[in-house]
């Protein structure tokens, strides 16, 4: 059975750092797109970013230059560092993945199999 576990997240003041974990357990396929999304009170779920099997890196335009994803294989964990962080970043962040080996359509989240349930981060100004 899959699971993805994430944590790292807590309250930060403005232009601070977070990095948020997100451990793998019960997953098999070698070939996978794996995502964050975040969902702020009274907002739809958003991309954040995406990393491939591969390596293929994927930013939403409101985070690029701030946030980094990236995967240690060794330890099943995919991780998201987030800088300079901003009051508008406040939202529960969730980390998912496919099966499949691009993630050309990694903002499609119906093709997401698995989910965690969350962790969240606020931002204070």
């Known amino acids: 059975q899959v699971k993805l576990v994430e944590s790292g997240g807590g309250s930060v003041q403005a232009g601070g750092s977070l990095r948020l974990s997100c451990a793998a357990s019960?997953?098999?396929?070698?070939?996978?797109?794996m995502s964050w999304f975040r969902q702020a009170p009274g907002k739809e779920r958003e991309g954040v970013a995406s990393?491939?099997?591969?390596?293929?890196?994927r930013y939403a335009d409101s985070v690029k230059g701030r946030f980094i994803i990236s995967q240690d294989n060794a330890e099943n964990t995919l991780y998201l560092q987030m800088n300079s962080l901003k009051p508008e970043d406040t939202a529960m962040y969730y980390c998912?993945?496919?099966?499949?080996?691009?993630?050309?359509?990694?903002?499609?989240?119906?093709?997401?199999?698995?989910w965690g349930q969350g962790t969240q981060v606020t931002v204070s100004s």
């Open positions: 998912a993945v496919i099966p499949t080996r691009s993630c050309a359509w990694w903002l499609w989240q119906h093709l997401y199999n698995f």
């Open positions: 019960g997953f098999t396929d070698s070939l996978y797109c």
């Open positions: 990393i491939s099997s591969d390596g293929d890196t």
